[in-house]
């Protein structure tokens, strides 16, 4: 007899490893300042089903971006004056949180217009297979 509470042991570690490896390879992506590849990562996501993907890219996708801002922190590159400047050129005041805000949004955005889209490539071609338009 199959143990319930195993099974959810296993699959829980299942998703902590796609989750831990997402958010390295996302990491590596930003630190290299090649953004648009996380479009083409949630691309790849919503080509393939998977029950959980989009929370799965949420999660790395928030946690890539806060991870590629302390990486250029320690570093020694001044991310504080920079989101400074740019919240002064918004027009937001000194406050600096904000821009490391819209960045993450940024980041979320992007992961998820790829992984719509590929939902939706996924989708066209499973309804047109079905459905053929030879048929009529």
């Known amino acids: 007899m199959i143990d319930p509470s195993r099974v959810q042991k296993k699959s829980s ?24 590849l996380t479009i083409v990562l949630g691309l790849i996501f919503g080509l393939v089903k998977l029950r959980r993907g989009y929370r799965y890219l949420i999660y790395a996708s928030t946690v890539s971006f806060l991870l590629e801002m302390l990486f250029k922190a320690l570093m020694g590159l001044d991310v504080i004056g920079n989101a400074r400047a740019v919240a002064e050129l918004v027009g937001l005041g000194s406050l600096f949180i904000i821009p490391f805000v819209i960045s993450i949004l940024v980041g979320v955005i992007f992961v998820s217009a790829g992984y719509f889209f590929g939902h939706s490539i996924r989708a066209f071609f499973l309804e047109v297979t079905r459905w053929s338009f030879l048929q009529r």
């Open 13 to 36: 570690k299942l998703q902590y490893l796609i989750v831990g490896t997402l958010t390295a390879v996302m990491v590596l992506i930003s630190i290299s300042g090649l953004w648009g």
